[in-house]
């Protein structure tokens, strides 16, 4: 049988390479090679954001960067769409609310 290589670093054996992010101001640990979407699914978080009317959740819908319902701000950048963005070990994320124009906080 031969060995499959594992993207993730899992391959023979192999510890995988950790990395860990800030989301909120919370430490959480993922897989080196996941994308952000990846790491907060697999800590549990399905929604990390909130629709601008009605105050929705949402979180990852299509998975491959066609929708913007995964949006969230990383090292200060917002809009970044957690599906295709591969978390890197020190990335600050933040959940992003995007009020509505003229509406106040």
Known sequence: MSVVEDPAGTDRGQRPDRVTISVDGVPVTGRAGQTIAAVLLAAGEASWRTTSFGEAP???????????????????????????????????????????PGATS
């Not at 990852?60 to 319902?69: E, H």
């Not at 917002?78 to 009020?99: E, F, K, T």
């Open 58 to 100: 949402r979180g990852l819908f299509c998975g491959i960067g066609v929708c913007f319902d995964c949006v969230l701000e990383v090292n200060g950048l917002a809009d970044v769409r957690a599906c295709l963005r591969r978390a890197h070990d020190g990335d600050v994320v933040v959940r992003q609310r995007i009020p509505l």
